[in-house]
T-cell receptor
Framework: KAGVTQTPRYLIKTRGQQVTLSCSPI?????VSWYQQTPGQGLQFLFE???????NKGNFPGRFSGRQFSNSRSEMNVSTLELGDSALYLC????????????FGPGTRLTVL | QQPVQSPQAVILREGEDAVINCSSS?????VHWYRQKHGEAPVFLMI?????EQKGHDKISASFNEKKQQSSLYLTASQLSYSGTYFC????????????FGTGTRLTVIP
């Protein structure tokens, strides 16, 4: 069974630009969550999608947005990039309910110059 | 809503035991534990649900004190492969599907 895949793996952008990251969940998993990981803050929850609907959102500005497609693939978009957006962005998929573990993808390393 | 983990870092010799703690100021429905090795994605270790259900790897044990909103991960007879950063993630209600993670505990096992 293929794992969670994320593309691209590495990205370098400049301030003010926007970026779109992609996540393909494990087959059959309909929930996709996104996290930002930085050395100081650890794993910070961005948002979670289930069946194309955003069910939960963390405490991030509106520049961070996402969506999910009918095949459960998800994209995350960050507009007007700031230096502080440099981080590892992880997505994780899981089956429907809380009794199932999340499976993390390898992440996208975003560097904002 | 971010849980607090302690200690922040610990160094063990092979064969020694360690306990990693996770506490929340909110009433919890579940606690999830993950381990992340350097340069890799976090990997699932254990889920503990309110009411006592648990799911996880045989060699890992953990507890969940529902009254204190605390969870502890027990690593016994540590091996070099246990090294990594351990994260607890908490959910405050069933079906919430939004895990809030602590800042992690860096565990280093030395020969």
């Amino acid at each position: 069974k293929a794992g969670v895949t994320q593309t691209p793996r590495y990205l370098i952008k400049t301030r003010g630009q926007q970026v779109t990251l992609s996540c393909s969940p494990i087959s059959g998993h309909r929930s996709v969550s996104w996290y930002q990981q930085t050395p100081g803050q650890g794993l910070q929850f961005l948002f979670e999608y289930f069946s194309e609907t955003q069910r939960n959102k963390g405490n991030f500005p509106g520049r961070f947005s996402g969506r999910q497609f009918s095949n459960s693939r998800s994209e995350m978009n960050v507009s007007t990039l700031e230096l502080g957006d440099s981080a590892l962005y992880l997505c994780a998929s899981r089956k429907r309910d809380s009794y199932n573990e999340q499976f993390f993808g390898p992440g996208t390393r975003l560097t904002v110059l | 809503q971010q849980p607090v983990q302690s200690p922040q870092a610990v160094i063990l010799r092979e064969g020694e035991d360690a306990v990693i703690n996770c506490s929340s100021s909110k009433a919890l429905y579940s606690v999830h534990w993950y381990r992340q090795k350097h340069g890799e994605a976090p990997v699932f270790l254990m889920i503990l649900l309110k009411g006592g259900e648990q799911k996880g790897h045989d060699k890992i044990s953990a507890s969940f004190n529902e009254k204190k909103q605390q969870s502890s991960l027990y690593l016994t007879a540590s091996q070099l492969s246990y090294s990594g950063t351990y994260f607890c993630g908490t959910e405050i209600q069933t079906g919430a599907n939004n895990l809030f993670f602590g800042t992690g505990t860096r565990l280093t096992v030395i020969p």
